[in-house]
């Protein structure tokens, strides 16, 4: 069974940073791309971040590209996503995904199977 668990969410001035991990098991992690979806209140779910199974391809939406990082570490099964100079429009739930096949990647949603719980990242201007 895959789980995917999320961590480091929470409340941040504008122009501050925070870093979300999410743990991964219950699936050969270094096979599978991963991603960061976010969903604001009334608001479809939405792409910010991929990145690829082998580390080698990275995916930003344009709206986080230049402020967030999305890095993963296959020894410890965990994605992160750094997020930097953060505005108020990033309050979100954000999600943690591994795709639904490996060695595959997208930036669509249904190109990913799996999701965590969510964490809330709040930015107050």
């Known amino acids: 069974q895959v789980q995917l668990v999320e961590s480091g969410g929470g409340l941040v001035q504008a122009g501050g940073s925070l870093r979300l991990s999410c743990a991964a098991s219950?699936?050969?992690?270094?096979?599978?791309?991963m991603a960061w979806f976010r969903q604001a209140p009334g608001k479809e779910r939405e792409f910010a971040a991929a990145?690829?199974?082998?580390?080698?391809?990275?995916y930003y939406a344009d709206s986080v590209k230049g402020r967030f990082t999305i890095s993963r570490d296959n020894a410890k099964n965990t994605v992160y996503l750094q997020m930097n100079s953060l505005k108020p429009e990033d309050t979100a739930v954000y999600y943690c995904?591994?795709?639904?096949?490996?060695?595959?990647?997208?930036?669509?949603?249904?190109?990913?199977?799996?999701w965590g719980q969510g964490t809330q990242v709040t930015v107050s201007s």
């Open positions: 995904t591994a795709a639904g096949r490996p060695f595959t990647i997208t930036t669509m949603t249904a190109g990913y199977d799996y």
């Open positions: 219950g699936l050969t992690f270094s096979d599978y791309a």
């Open positions: 990145i690829s199974w082998n580390d080698i391809s990275t």
